[in-house]
């Protein structure tokens, strides 16, 4: 057997290390591709959320007013059926006293009802319009709901994309595909709920 047997070890290893490059560059390319792409999407999916909850609560604020307003039109309708009340009770008075009831007692008592009726229409109609604004904010939180959760989803998935480039492991990559993936869907099903 041969003493001097020299192996270039050098160009071995280049020759190694260009394997692994190869075979890992493509992992790597893989993983910063979906990684921006799931990073794109949470940082919309983000700023939907925050557009959505800041509309529905704007939305729950303005419900909250007109309740106020139906409940002041509340309180004017009971006032003006006190007042049509009382008017009606000095009416009795002067009937039980034989004498005939001022003129203006039977005008105070109808102008009375009449304006108990307008505060009554008014105030169911801000009701109405209460219960809607209530009803278009609560879809609008729960559509915000499906943005938070896809934004969690994509921060986990964006996480899981730097183990695996750190890593190299392609399952580490797969799971951070696979909750990029879902954390798409609630981000697309958000715009149908």
């Not at 801000?126 to 994509?154: G, I, T």
């Not at 183990?163 to 958000?190: D, M, P």
Request: aromatic share 8%.
């Amino acid at each position: 057997m041969p003493e001097d047997i020299e192996i270039d070890t050098d160009s071995l290893r280049e020759t190694i290390d260009r394997e692994i490059e190869r075979e890992t560059g493509g992992l790597l390319r893989a993983i910063a591709l979906t990684t921006a792409l799931f990073a794109a999407l949470a940082a919309i999916a983000s700023l939907e959320a925050g557009g959505t909850v800041n509309e529905a609560l704007a939305l729950k604020t303005e419900a909250t007013r007109l309740q106020a307003e139906a409940s002041d039109q509340w309180s004017y309708y009971q006032a003006k059926g006190l007042k049509a009340a009382v008017a009606d009770a000095q009416k009795n008075i002067w009937v039980a006293l034989d004498k005939p009831p001022p003129a203006e007692l039977a005008t105070n008592a109808e102008r009375y009802l009449d304006d108990q009726k307008s505060s009554r229409e008014k105030a169911e109609a801000l009701e109405h319009e209460r219960d809607a604004k209530s009803a278009e904010s609560d879809v609008l939180m729960h559509r915000h709901h499906y943005f938070a959760d896809a934004v969690a989803l994509l921060q986990v998935a964006i996480a899981l994309g730097a183990i695996a480039a750190l890593t190299r492991r392609r399952a580490a990559w797969i799971g951070s595909a696979i909750l990029g993936v879902i954390g798409c869907g609630f981000f697309g099903f958000a715009f149908y709920a």
